[in-house]
């Protein structure tokens, strides 16, 4: 099993910027990539962006691409999601998950997902 903790949620005005961290451990050597995820109020969980953990891919939902980078630091087992030019619409709980390749849904698919962190509030005001 692997362990998730996101940090560096907050409030930040619409243009603005914020970095989110996501610390994993236990079985870290089973993870194949890290997705980011986020809901809002009211909404579904939707596909943010990910990257594999040797660093070669990453993907991004299209509402956030050119805005978001998803990026890792192997030797601390920590990937961050960099926002900026951040909108009103970005609000939301976001969420880390474990990819261990373990099915071939698709990865904006939650349930390719095998392990979530807790979450982090992230609120943009206008």
């Known amino acids: 099993q692997v362990q998730l903790v996101e940090s560096g949620g907050g409030l930040v005005q619409a243009g603005g910027s914020l970095r989110l961290s996501c610390a994993a451990s236990?079985?870290?050597?089973?993870?194949?990539?890290m997705g980011w995820f986020r809901q809002a109020p009211g909404k579904e969980r939707e596909f943010v962006g990910r990257?594999?953990?040797?660093?070669?891919?990453?993907y991004y939902a299209d509402s956030v691409k050119g805005r978001f980078t998803v990026s890792r630091d192997n030797a601390k087992n920590t990937v961050y999601l960099q926002m900026n030019s951040l909108k009103p619409e970005d609000t939301a709980v976001y969420y880390c998950?474990?990819?261990?390749?373990?099915?071939?849904?698709?990865?904006?698919?939650?349930?390719?997902?095998?392990?979530w962190g807790q979450g982090t509030q992230v609120t943009v005001s206008s």
């Open positions: 998950a474990a990819d261990q390749a373990r099915n071939s849904k698709p990865i904006y698919r939650e349930l390719r997902y095998s392990d």
């Open positions: 990257i594999t953990w040797s660093g070669v891919g990453t």
């Open positions: 236990g079985r870290t050597f089973s993870i194949y990539a």
